[in-house]
């Protein structure tokens, strides 16, 4: 009944106002029908908010999967308990911190005058690498990426370490025992036993990219051009700044479209592929 009230109903009623034409200063609605999906076709700033989505879940995957996979296996196969208990909390104490305070954090180290990334590329002799880093459309959204990579990459590896954990020793002996390299145990040791676990990870990055908000509001507000903005700001901007809550639902459906369909693919391959030891 709950999961009615608080999740299904309000899907219903955002499909529903996404047909509308609605100001929700006034009160007054009108039925568009498709209009507002058919402005998201033609809206440049709704494609590149997309795109921008896009490139966050695919770097998202590369680090806090795929490299948080690696790091996780590296210090589960230190033999000092001291160092993986050490190496576990270093490595999670940017995931301590909130979205907003690491945002702000990055902001002033992307400071291109007072900025320490500035003056450490100055300090090593890269000065003509200096820019304005959030400043300019090439590089503010790497650096948006960059700060978020950095504040979940240890939670990550947190989650891969207990899965890990979970394997049975006597594998890893066996496998040692027959000359397989740390590699080749990792490849076919570690991965596949690890595998529903990263079906989970990957579910929840891909969906945590396309819900992506608090960074890109904190460092950029969607800017320089809007080059910036991501799904979830161009939502913000259209209903709270634009007041057309319309199509502000219609972007959120489509939110809502593309991390329900990466979800349900990836639960199905992950339950195909299914390890049980």
Not at 17 to 39: A, H, R
Not at 97 to 107: D, E, H, R
Request: net charge neutral; glycine share 8%; aromatic share 12%.
């Amino acid at each position: 009944m709950l999961l009615a009230v608080f999740v299904y109903l309000p899907l219903a009623q955002n499909l529903a106002f996404s047909t509308q034409e609605w100001d929700i200063y006034s009160g007054t609605s009108e039925f568009v029908g498709l209009e507002n999906y058919e402005k998201l076709l033609g809206d440049a700033v709704f494609w590149s908010a997309l795109a921008n989505n896009g490139l966050y879940a695919l770097l998202s995957i590369a680090f806090q999967v795929a490299g948080a996979l690696v790091l996780a296996a590296m210090i589960e196969s230190l033999r000092s308990m001291r160092w993986r208990k050490a190496l576990r909390a270093i490595y999670f104490v940017p995931s301590a911190i909130s979205l907003t305070v690491a945002g702000l954090l990055f902001y002033f180290i992307y400071e291109p005058n007072l900025g320490m990334l500035n003056h450490l590329l100055e300090a090593v002799g890269l000065g003509a690498l200096t820019q304005p880093w959030l400043g300019q459309e090439s590089t503010a959204m790497v650096g948006i990426i960059a700060m978020s990579q950095w504040q979940g990459f240890g939670y990550s590896t947190l989650l891969f370490a207990v899965a890990i954990q979970r394997i049975p020793s006597e594998l890893y002996e066996a496998a040692a025992i027959d000359g397989i390299g740390p590699v080749r145990r990792f490849l076919h040791v570690t991965v596949p036993l690890v595998r529903e676990m990263t079906g989970l990870m990957v579910i929840v990055t891909i969906s945590g990219a396309f819900q992506v908000f608090n960074e890109v509001m904190v460092m950029t507000s969607g800017g320089p051009n809007n080059s910036t903005q991501v799904l979830a700001t161009w939502l913000y901007r259209s209903g709270f700044v634009r007041n057309d809550f319309g199509y502000a639902a219609a972007i959120a459906t489509v939110i809502f479209v593309v991390t329900l369909i990466v979800a349900l693919g990836q639960l199905w391959y992950t339950k195909r592929r299914r390890v049980d030891f």
